[in-house]
């Protein structure tokens, strides 16, 4: 599949815009530690004759140590519920909820790499005739009355795709699209401004490649 210049331009600047945005939250955090770690040093007089940069060394193995523990405590129980009730707050209060999802949505998309999505598909949504991208979340089988085979489809809103709508279709009007689930992904949160030069419908009992 063929990629046009200007399609190039704009995919490379969306792969490097969210590993800058890290490695500049990660410096600004690192610089602040690091700061508040010398100003510490101060009180242990028998640190100083450590060289400048053993001291630096130090501020960053504790520097990951905290981040390791923070994490361990993330995966408790406690720690679980307490992240959860601020995840709730912050949702919940006002110009707070934009940033605060759109950075998890960003740290979601960095570090998590796992999906529940199987593929990309078309279906009608919200209404006969409009089509959208949607998800295959489950190969378990929902039976209507008239017997005929549905899937579970989940719909994301854009640019936010941790939200959105859950259907459960008839196989039937679903369209199975040629592309990845992380190509489809970039054209639901780049609201259509990322896209593949052309991207087609695919039987999904034969093995045809998959634009990556």
């Known amino acids: 599949m063929k990629f046009s210049f200007k399609h190039n331009i704009i995919s490379g600047f969306v792969a490097i815009l969210p590993i800058g945005v890290t490695i500049l939250i990660l410096v600004f955090i690192y610089n602040k530690f690091t700061n508040l770690f010398l100003k510490f040093i101060k009180y242990f007089p028998q640190l100083n004759f450590l060289p400048q940069f053993i001291i630096t060394l ?55 790499k796992k999906t529940s999505f199987k593929e990309a598909v078309l279906v009608q949504f919200p209404r006969n005739g409009g089509y959208t991208i949607g998800f295959v979340t489950t190969t378990v089988d929902w039976l209507d009355i008239d017997g005929e085979k549905r899937l579970s489809i989940f ?28 190509w489809a992904l970039k054209i639901i ?24």
């Open 58 to 112: 130090i501020g960053l193995i504790i520097l990951f140590l905290l981040l390791y523990l923070i994490g361990f405590f993330t995966n408790t129980l406690l720690g679980k519920w307490i992240t959860s009730l601020f995840d709730r707050v912050f949702m919940k209060t006002p110009l707070v909820n934009s940033i605060y999802s759109s950075a998890r949505s960003l740290s979601e998309t960095l570090f998590e």
């Open 155 to 182: 719909i994301p809103t854009t640019p936010n795709p941790t939200s959105g709508f859950f259907l459960i279709v008839k196989e039937s009007e679903i369209l199975y699209l040629d592309i990845s689930v992380e």
């Open 189 to 212: 949160v780049s609201g259509g401004i990322i896209h593949p030069d052309e991207v087609k419908i695919r039987d999904p009992n034969e093995n045809k490649e998959i634009v990556e």
